[in-house]
């Protein structure tokens, strides 16, 4: 392996490209968007977040030479491997992938690579999209037999934002291989990224393992949900029953929260069951990521409830919330479940005010960085993420500042005993609520 190209340079495909690049491979790193590619050309990394060891390693790999970023899939004609890393969004309301990014890799790859080479997919996909879509693709495009012209394989990715290089690093990978030189060749590349077990299996199975590594975490997340709102409804503590039911080290019960966001989990039960096409349709995991869909508008539903007993109307009430992004200590916002609560509460005719310290930027909700701009004067207070800035905040602060005094508390970030100290009424997922246990 000579040269290498890796297409889609995103928070998957700039680490990859950059492991490979400083393992002595020519690099070529493809993307459709221009300014990244005069970003990364320049050593800046042009994704939000903190990644640890990105940006020394992008200085790193640009001064080598070793990778280049284009936006000409024809740069990497001589390519003998190309990497795919976009993005397979699913439409729940068509109740199909959206492949049009992977569609149009697909096409460009074909129309450019060379006869002996790999192509292995990192994005995540239904069972059975190698075999139907890709395969098929490469060929129409490129007029060479897979399996005798070229070698083609799909090895998901396993990446986390905040963790990309040592994931990627660290992390095993399963090797979906058509054949045996597909596998002998995916092998060569990824022992150079990984010290992970690589696990050679085929396609089918490789597909299948990511969408139920994201899958069964989605479910295991609804379950923490609906278990929570069990606890509330029968007086009960969800975290201490948690504590004691996770002794038993076969256990692993999630935490609840305000609803799941993110760039893959939200997506992936309905890439696994379209997978299935129609032989079998996964129902109780569709109800899963129902539910966990479904958290926003509960918790919306927990606001209109404390507007009503603190007989305040809607058009009049005044909502703070407090954290934007879809994870804790994170400024990716994509799917995040505070967006839908927003948008439901503005449904309402409510004033809503939303903080988050770590985002900086939001295509269309209006949100501050500071705290006391966003809960000055409201009279309900909802915490949406567990962003450790929360978990420090001074209660008498929020009750000088605050115009009312309702707190729902959506990721356990508030100590009870402070919030009855101090006289808040509350709902908390899990904990109970001051309202209805009076
Ligand atoms: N969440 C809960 N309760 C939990 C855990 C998460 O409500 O107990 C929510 C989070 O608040 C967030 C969403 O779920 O809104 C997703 O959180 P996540 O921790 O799963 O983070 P992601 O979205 O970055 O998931 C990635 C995934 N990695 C890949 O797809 C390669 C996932 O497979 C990993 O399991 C996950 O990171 C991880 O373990 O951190």
Avoid at 10 to 20: D, F, N, R, T
Avoid at 41 to 48: F, L, R, V
Avoid at 182 to 209: C, F, P, Q, R
Wanted: charged share 25%.
């Amino acid at each position: 392996m000579e040269t290498i190209a890796v297409v889609g340079l995103g928070y998957v495909g700039i680490p990859v490209a950059l492991k490979i690049a400083n393992a002595g491979i020519e690099t070529i790193g493809i993307d459709i968007d221009k300014n990244k590619i005069d970003f990364l050309n320049k050593s800046i990394y042009p994704i939000e977040g903190d990644e640890p060891g990105i940006d020394e390693l992008l200085e790193k790999t640009i001064s080598s030479g070793k990778f280049i970023a284009t936006y000409n899939y024809s740069d990497a004609i001589n390519a003998d491997a190309w990497l795919v890393c976009v993005q397979t969004p699913f439409l729940v309301d068509e109740f199909k992938p959206n492949f049009t990014a992977l569609n149009g890799a697909l096409k460009s790859i074909g129309e450019n690579m060379k006869k002996g080479c790999l192509v292995v997919i990192e994005s995540t996909i239904p069972p059975g999209t190698m075999q139907e879509v890709v395969i098929p693709c490469l060929e129409a495009y490129s007029g060479l037999r897979a399996g005798f012209d070229f070698s083609v394989g799909h090895c998901p990715e396993r990446v986390m934002p905040g963790k990309l290089l040592f994931n990627l690093s660290s992390y095993g990978r399963a090797l979906g291989g058509l054949d045996d030189k597909s596998h002998k060749l995916m092998a060569e590349i990824y022992s150079k990224i990984t010290s992970g077990k690589l696990d050679k299996v085929n396609l089918k199975t490789a597909e299948t393992v990511k969408t139920f590594e994201n899958t069964y975490r989605d479910a295991e997340i609804a379950i923490a949900n609906d278990f929570a709102i069990y606890c509330d409804n029968m007086g009960v503590d969800f975290f201490e029953i948690r504590d004691l039911v996770n002794q038993v080290e076969s256990r692993n019960l999630h935490l609840p929260g305000g609803g799941v966001g993110g760039h893959c989990i939200p997506k992936d039960t309905w890439l696994l069951a379209y997978g299935s096409r129609g032989k079998y349709t996964p129902e109780f995991l569709i109800k899963a990521r129902e539910v966990n869909n479904e958290m926003p508008i509960y918790v919306a539903k927990q606001v209109l409830d404390a507007a009503k007993s603190l007989d305040i109307s809607p058009q009049d009430c005044k909502v703070a919330i407090l954290g934007l992004s879809y994870l804790e200590e994170s400024d990716d916002v994509r799917n995040s479940p505070s967006e839908v609560l927003f948008n439901t509460l503005i449904e309402e005719k409510m004033s809503v005010s939303v903080h988050d310290y770590f985002v900086k930027y939001h295509p269309s909700i209006p949100f501050s960085n500071d705290l006391e701009e966003t809960i000055s004067g409201v009279d309900i207070l909802v915490v949406m993420v567990a962003h450790k800035l929360y978990k420090s905040i001074d209660m008498e602060y929020i009750k000088r500042s605050m115009g009312g005094n309702y707190i729902i508390d959506t990721r356990n970030v508030f100590d009870l005993s402070a919030l009855k100290k101090f006289g808040f009424e509350y709902y908390t997922i899990g904990r109970g609520s001051s309202i209805k246990e009076s």
